[in-house]
C-alpha cells in the first residue's frame, strides 16, 4: 500500500493543525491580558512586583550563603551550589530581563501585567520558602532523614515552578506588545 496516496490529506492536517495551534495561541495570550487587565486585577505596579520577587530571589541566595555546609554530604553539597549558582545565575538574569522588556512597555501595559507578574513573584516567593526549609532541615541536622530528603526535592520543585509562571509572563508582554495594539482584547472583553 502506498503512503503517497495519503500525503496530501496529511499536509492539509498539518496546515490546520499549525493555523488552529497558532491561533488557539493568539487567543490564549489576549485572555491572559484581558485577566490580568480585568478589574479586580492587582493593582500593584509591575516594578513593585518584580521587586518583591528580585527581593525574594536575594534573601534565598542570603539564606543559602549562610548555610552549614560541615554537616552535608558530596550529594547535598552539590544541590546547596547548583542552587545557589542557579539563583545568582538563570533565575536572577531571567528576572533581570522581564523587568527590562516590560520597562520597554507603555505605562498601561505595565499595569495589565500584574496578575502575571505576580505569578512569577510567587514563583520565587516559593524558591525562598523552599530554600528556607532546606536550611533549617540543615541546621536541625536532618537532611539525611526523610524530611530532609523532601525538603531537597522542594527545592528543585520551586526551581521549576519559576519556568511555568515566566512562559506566561512572557505571553503576556508579547500580548501586550503585539495584541493590545491590534485590540483584541477590546473584542474578548465585550
Known sequence: ????????????????????????????????????????ADADDSDDILGQAAMDLTQATQLLDGASTTSLDAEEASLLAG?????????????????????????ADQQELGV??????????????????????????????LTGLIDQLDVIQADFAVLPADFNLTAADIGAEVINPLGITDFLSF
Do not use: K
Request: proline content about 3%; hydrophobic content about 45%.
Open 1 to 40: 500500500m502506498s503512503t503517497h496516496h495519503n500525503q496530501p490529506f496529511v499536509c492539509q492536517v498539518r496546515r490546520w493543525y499549525l493555523a488552529v495551534g497558532m491561533g488557539a495561541g493568539v487567543v490564549v495570550a489576549a485572555a491572559i491580558i484581558g485577566v490580568a487587565g480585568a478589574p479586580g
Open 83 to 107: 542552587q545557589e549558582s542557579l539563583q545568582t545565575g538563570a533565575a536572577s538574569s531571567l528576572l533581570a530581563a522581564q523587568e527590562s522588556l516590560q520597562d520597554a512597555l507603555p505605562a
Open 116 to 145: 502575571a507578574d505576580a505569578q512569577l513573584a510567587d514563583a520565587y516567593q516559593g524558591i525562598l520558602n523552599a530554600d528556607q526549609a532546606f536550611v533549617g532541615t540543615d541546621q536541625a541536622g536532618e537532611l539525611g532523614s
